[in-house]
């Protein structure tokens, strides 16, 4: 290894101001109950709007009354239990390191942003409030519609591959060691 190229940096993840003595693993055990993990963390608001949306879950999961939208919304239920406390545990991790943790700040840091310009966010939520609503006035049924809740798994899961496909690189290795080159004397170059 060439000396030169060893000189150490400093770490760009970790912030010279001072660490705030956090347990991971505390906010990860108070992270399953609804907005503490966060409040643990010092992100008031951000504790409110996760005990605000754990009860909107209960409060719908409990009006739906047997139709086809109970498992639908009681996987979203699970999964968000589920991240409550995963959240809770990467920004105590970040506290303890001294990095500054924004009100909102979650498990992707701000320069980690998904390289879509589709805005799959708001079209899911659209797509939902449609379905919710075609059920409740009567043209459409949850229960219908629960039989061929994997064909949409399904046609995510092929989106994703159609796109990764997409991407240069993919199938031939971005990483791949071209061919050695002739000059003009016929001899190669490594």
Not at 45 to 51: F, I, P, Q, R
Not at 142 to 150: G, I, K, N, T, V
């Amino acid at each position: 290894m060439n000396p030169s190229y060893t000189a150490s940096a400093p770490n760009p993840y970790l912030q010279t101001g001072p660490a705030i003595h956090t347990s991971p693993g505390l906010a990860f055990v108070l992270g399953f109950i609804p907005g503490v993990g966060a409040i643990y963390n010092a992100q008031y608001l951000k504790g409110l709007v996760h005990a605000i949306i754990f009860g909107l879950l209960i409060s719908m999961l409990d009006s739906i009354h047997n139709e086809g939208g109970a498992p639908f919304l009681a996987v979203v239920l699970m999964v968000f239990v589920f991240y409550m406390p995963f959240e809770a545990y990467h920004t105590a991790k970040k506290r303890l390191a001294g990095v500054p943790v924004e009100e909102f700040s979650s498990l992707m840091g701000p320069n980690q942003k998904i390289s879509t310009r589709t805005p799959v966010g708001p079209i899911l939520l659209i797509a939902i409030g449609v379905l919710f609503l075609l059920n409740t006035l009567g043209w459409l049924y949850f229960r219908d519609l629960a039989r061929f809740w994997p064909v949409v798994l399904i046609l995510v899961g092929a989106f994703m591959l159609y796109n990764r496909l997409r991407e240069p690189g993919v199938l031939t290795g971005s990483n791949a060691v071209p061919p050695p080159m002739a000059n003009e004397y016929g001899e190669t170059r490594q």
